[in-house]
């Protein structure tokens, strides 16, 4: 079955740098999701990533603290920009992988720790 | 704006016991509803699927139902075991292909 793979699978980073995560599906996809999970809490949707078109951001996120990028069907980014004690997260991407059916699949996420 | 509650927020149960997890969800506009577990520290496990069209699914000792009209899913999970123990989470797919998320169950199966 079609994979979807992130990286880094977790990273330690500065207060006030910048994050790149990476997400690859192994199969051609519309549209790529990125979800945001806070210690302890649920999955809350940043965006969703269509190629060829710019992000829509859910309420609460922006694209300059959020930017993505969609080069083509089968890759996308999320960066955290200028990152914070409060962006430790666990950040995935999904998408829906499975032909004919409206299922999402994730990767198994990102784990950021900011110091 | 679909909103997804879950009920209740943690259980904690002896082993063998018979359980039943709630979700609820504010918009019935939905094209399918999922139930996955998340053990600690780990990503995401798809445990039942149910399409907008169907009232439940089954898997080993797993049964979700699904009331649209009424906003309402549960899980039932039979025979409890040590090993059920994780957070559950509910999520409905919207009608833009969008995948809302509960805010979880954690589960504590006691040996």
């Known amino acids: 079955s079609a994979v979807i793979s992130q990286k880094p699978s977790r990273d330690i980073c500065q207060r006030g740098t910048s994050l790149t995560i990476q997400c690859q599906v192994d199969s051609q996809v519309t549209m790529m999701f990125w979800y945001r999970q806070q210690p302890g809490q649920s999955l809350t949707l940043i965006a969703t990533a269509n190629q060829g078109s710019e992000a829509t951001y859910e309420s609460g996120f922006v694209i300059d603290k959020f930017p993505i990028s969609r080069p083509n069907l089968t890759f996308s980014t999320l960066t955290v920009s200028n990152m914070s004690p409060e962006d430790s997260s666990i950040y995935l991407c999904?998408?829906?992988?499975?032909?004919?059916?409206?299922?999402?699949?994730f990767g198994a996420g990102s784990r950021l720790t900011v110091l | 704006k679909q909103e997804v509650t879950q009920i209740p927020a943690a259980l904690s149960v002896p082993e063998g016991e018979n359980l039943v997890l709630n979700c609820s969800f504010t918009d019935s506009a939905i094209y399918n509803l999922q139930w996955f577990r998340q053990d600690p520290g780990k990503g995401l496990t798809s445990l039942l699927l149910i399409q907008s069209s169907q009232r439940e699914q089954t898997s080993g000792r797993l049964n979700a139902s699904l009331d649209k009209s009424s906003g309402r899913s549960t899980l039932y999970i039979a025979a409890s075991q040590p090993g059920d123990s994780a957070t559950y989470l509910c999520?409905?797919?919207?009608?833009?292909?969008?995948?809302?998320f509960g805010s979880g169950t954690r589960l504590l199966v006691r040996p």
């Open positions: 999904s998408a829906n992988i499975q032909s004919g059916a409206n299922v999402l699949t």
């Open positions: 999520a409905v797919m919207d009608s833009s292909y969008k995948l809302i």
